[in-house]
């Protein structure tokens, strides 16, 4: 990252010079700061006289609930692919960001996952059987917005112009990287 992400010099190179690097951004944790921060600053000076990311977010390590660094000797680490399969990924990632701010070490702990999955997915659970139970009574369909797009309010259409906009940058970027 950047230069492997594109996969440089490899292919899109030209693209790369002028377009991905210096990087915006990166995150990485604090493990990280002395060896690979470095090597990706050194490399992009040596290539390009240049730094290879312009903004930066460490993030403090994920330690077992006791705050000990989990370990495989000491037995304390987790598989997340079994936290997947058994609480979803996305109620693992929202646990994770929720859980403390990126720059505090992180102390996970499995019940603090399963109250995240019951409270906060089990009520968008519940809303969305809600809604649905009652939409399907009422025999609701949503097949065109009830008010016109330039009727709707500034802020109503500036959002949705900040969700085009973002879908078309994303679907040029997918055909630049394939």
């Not at 600053?41 to 077992?64: C, G, P, Q, R």
């Not at 495989?72 to 929202?94: C, H, I, M, Q």
């Not at 609701?140 to 500034?154: D, M």
Request: proline share 5%; glycine share 4%.
């Amino acid at each position: 990252m950047p230069f492997a992400q594109y996969h440089y010099p490899f292919e899109n190179k030209e693209w790369f010079e002028k377009k991905a690097f210096p990087a915006d951004f990166i995150c990485e944790g604090i493990d990280q700061t002395r060896g690979w921060f470095y090597t990706m600053h050194a490399i992009a000076t040596m290539l390009f006289d240049s730094v290879a990311y312009k903004n930066l977010i460490v993030n403090e390590l994920i330690l077992d609930k006791t705050g000990m660094k989990m370990s495989k000797s000491k037995g304390n680490t987790v598989d997340p692919f079994v936290l997947f399969e058994k609480y979803g990924a996305d109620a693992t990632r929202w646990y994770l960001v929720t859980n403390s701010p990126p720059w505090r070490p992180t102390l996970f702990d499995e019940e603090g996952l399963v109250e995240v999955q019951r409270k906060f997915f089990g009520t968008l659970l519940n809303t969305y059987a809600f809604f649905a139970l009652y939409a399907n009574i009422d025999g609701f369909e949503n097949k065109q917005p009830q008010v016109p797009l330039t009727k709707r309010e500034e802020i109503d259409r500036w959002i949705l112009s900040k969700l085009n906009s973002l879908v078309e940058s994303n679907i040029k970027l997918m055909m630049i990287t394939k």
